[in-house]
């Protein structure tokens, strides 16, 4: 006699979409918003710190973890004090933890598992 397979549904987070943010990507964000503010280019600003336009782009983007002296380089070609950039992060993941406290139902995704 065969064994019978037992279809199960569970709900989980999709893998690229976490509840809380990465803090590179918080700091990559403002980082972004205040470059574009001063309509400066990834050029200019990753040649005031000395480096190139591709690793700025990546810190932006969240894609890479800078040490800190790295983002008190890229605070400085900036003129944003270090104090701002933590601050305005910190906010941005207050607010996300306030709303993934209200549950938003379409955070979650259905997914089969064979059992």
């Given at each position: 006699?065969?064994?019978?397979?037992?279809?199960?549904?569970?709900?989980?987070?999709?893998?690229?979409?976490?509840?809380?943010?990465?803090?590179?990507?918080?700091?990559?964000?403002?980082?972004?918003?205040?470059?574009?503010?001063?309509?400066?280019?990834?050029?200019?600003?990753?040649?005031?710190?000395?480096?190139?336009?591709?690793?700025?782009?990546?810190?932006?983007?969240?894609?890479?973890?800078?040490?800190?002296?790295?983002l008190?380089?890229?605070?400085?070609?900036?003129?944003?004090?270090?104090?701002?950039?933590?601050?305005?992060?910190g906010?941005?993941?207050?607010?996300?933890?306030?709303?993934?406290a209200?549950?938003?139902?379409?955070?979650?995704?259905?997914?089969?598992?064979?059992?």
């Amino acid at each position: 006699m065969e064994a019978q397979r037992r279809l199960t549904l569970v709900t989980a987070a999709p893998e690229d979409s976490r509840e809380e943010p990465l803090v590179r990507e918080l700091y990559g964000r403002v980082l972004r918003e205040a470059r574009r503010d001063q309509d400066r280019s990834l050029e200019d600003v990753a040649a005031a710190v000395g480096m190139s336009k591709q690793y700025l782009s990546e810190i932006e983007r969240g894609k890479k973890e800078p040490s800190s002296e790295m983002l008190r380089a890229v605070c400085g070609a900036l003129g944003l004090p270090v104090e701002h950039l933590l601050f305005r992060s910190g906010r941005r993941l207050g607010a996300a933890n306030r709303n993934s406290a209200t549950g938003n139902p379409n955070r979650q995704v259905p997914t089969l598992l064979a059992a």
